[in-house]
């Protein structure tokens, strides 16, 4: 089949992905049913409470995005079929025997697979999270109202193909490399990042449904060395994925580059990191434990809290994106670095 549109299936999975999150704004909004959201975009709506209370501007309702859901299954799996021209970054195939009675064995749908394995295990652990609350208060005021709900998945829209854009463009491709370098790192890139952001979840989740954690801040496990080790993981993933691709890309081709770097600048300014940040402050600014926790812990990359604490601010900014806007709530009398 080739193509469809256009050659690499840019016209055609904008014009999915589109459909897709329209049918599910049409339900939430006629229904009031907000437990879609997790199944058709998955946003993690850990922040959207304190988010809605002290932010009145349109991103407070992006909160942070937690890629994986159907959506980005769906434009992985239909570009894989509707190519119909399967190379190893697509099939890995293994030959036993010799000539024309080997027998060529399918092992994996690589990049495509990562992107379905991801996304179920996200989008299914996100949607059983939802589902044991029997109505999000959290989305009542956006659930009444059109403009805010139609600009948040549109937003929504944008994202899922912006951050799909790899494998999408590698789906399309014809040019078939022998493995590389890069494809091994990747794999090992994507591998760490789900090992890290599957952990990360279960263990804050574990942590919140705790009677004896109420009213704190999560510092076990991983939330130890990093404030924000899902979105760490989430984006590890992403780049993982990006690297995989890069031996079949060429020219302009490369601009898939956006798709991570979007997701990247996404939480790190925009609706992950600043909003949550944010949140925590408010709730926890006037304990000295928070105080210290924060101080001492990377906001994104796991590290060593002697590591960590111990380093220069200049370096902590520059390079563990330990950004001044990050501790903007805090009280004025508070600590700085």
């Given at each position: 089949m080739g193509t469809v549109i256009d050659s690499h299936f840019l016209a055609l999975t904008a014009i999915v992905t589109v459909g897709y999150q329209l049918m599910f704004f049409i339900v939430t909004f006629l229904l009031k049913f907000d437990k879609v959201t997790d199944f058709a975009g998955i946003v993690d709506i850990d922040s959207f409470s304190d988010c809605f209370k002290n932010h009145n501007c349109a991103?407070?309702?992006?909160?942070?995005f937690e890629t994986g859901s159907t959506n980005f299954i769906i434009i992985a799996v239909l570009t894989l079929v509707l190519k119909g021209s399967w190379h190893f970054r697509q099939f890995q195939r293994y030959?036993?025997?010799?000539?024309?009675?080997?027998?060529s064995?399918?092992?994996?749908?690589?990049?495509?697979?990562?992107?379905?394995?991801w996304g179920l295990r996200l989008g299914l652990f996100l949607l059983m999270r939802i589902l044991q609350w029997e109505e999000d208060r959290r989305f009542d005021e956006m659930r009444s109202n059109f403009g805010k709900l139609a600009v948040?998945?549109?937003?929504?829209?944008?994202?899922v193909w912006t951050v799909s854009l790899p494998v999408t463009v590698v789906n399309a491709?014809?040019?078939?490399?022998?493995?590389?370098?890069?494809?091994?790192?990747g794999w090992i890139m994507w591998s760490m990042g789900i090992i890290v952001e599957a952990t990360a979840d279960q263990q804050k989740l574990t942590f919140k449904n705790a009677p004896e954690s109420r009213g704190k801040w999560c510092n076990v496990g991983l939330w130890k060395y990093s404030r924000h080790p899902n979105y760490f993981g989430e984006i590890f993933l992403w780049w993982g994925i990006m690297v995989a691709s890069t031996p079949v890309l060429e020219g302009a081709e490369w601009?898939?580059?956006?798709?991570?770097?979007?997701?990247?600048l996404l939480l790190l300014f925009l609706s992950g990191i600043p909003l949550l940040e944010a949140s925590a402050d408010k709730k926890f600014g006037s304990v000295a434990g928070?105080?210290?926790y924060k101080k001492s812990t990377s906001p994104l990359i796991p590290l060593p809290l002697v590591v960590y604490g111990n380093l220069p601010s200049w370096f902590k900014?520059?390079?563990?994106?330990?950004?001044?806007?990050?501790?903007?709530?805090?009280?004025?009398?508070?600590?700085?670095?």
């Amino acid at each position: 089949m080739g193509t469809v549109i256009d050659s690499h299936f840019l016209a055609l999975t904008a014009i999915v992905t589109v459909g897709y999150q329209l049918m599910f704004f049409i339900v939430t909004f006629l229904l009031k049913f907000d437990k879609v959201t997790d199944f058709a975009g998955i946003v993690d709506i850990d922040s959207f409470s304190d988010c809605f209370k002290n932010h009145n501007c349109a991103l407070t309702y992006f909160s942070s995005f937690e890629t994986g859901s159907t959506n980005f299954i769906i434009i992985a799996v239909l570009t894989l079929v509707l190519k119909g021209s399967w190379h190893f970054r697509q099939f890995q195939r293994y030959e036993f025997g010799e000539g024309s009675i080997g027998v060529s064995v399918v092992v994996v749908v690589v990049l495509t697979l990562l992107v379905v394995v991801w996304g179920l295990r996200l989008g299914l652990f996100l949607l059983m999270r939802i589902l044991q609350w029997e109505e999000d208060r959290r989305f009542d005021e956006m659930r009444s109202n059109f403009g805010k709900l139609a600009v948040f998945w549109i937003f929504q829209a944008v994202w899922v193909w912006t951050v799909s854009l790899p494998v999408t463009v590698v789906n399309a491709i014809d040019r078939d490399p022998p493995l590389q370098a890069q494809d091994i790192i990747g794999w090992i890139m994507w591998s760490m990042g789900i090992i890290v952001e599957a952990t990360a979840d279960q263990q804050k989740l574990t942590f919140k449904n705790a009677p004896e954690s109420r009213g704190k801040w999560c510092n076990v496990g991983l939330w130890k060395y990093s404030r924000h080790p899902n979105y760490f993981g989430e984006i590890f993933l992403w780049w993982g994925i990006m690297v995989a691709s890069t031996p079949v890309l060429e020219g302009a081709e490369w601009l898939v580059i956006l798709g991570p770097v979007f997701l990247t600048l996404l939480l790190l300014f925009l609706s992950g990191i600043p909003l949550l940040e944010a949140s925590a402050d408010k709730k926890f600014g006037s304990v000295a434990g928070y105080r210290l926790y924060k101080k001492s812990t990377s906001p994104l990359i796991p590290l060593p809290l002697v590591v960590y604490g111990n380093l220069p601010s200049w370096f902590k900014t520059a390079f563990l994106f330990e950004f001044p806007f990050y501790s903007g709530n805090l009280p004025q009398d508070g600590p700085s670095w």
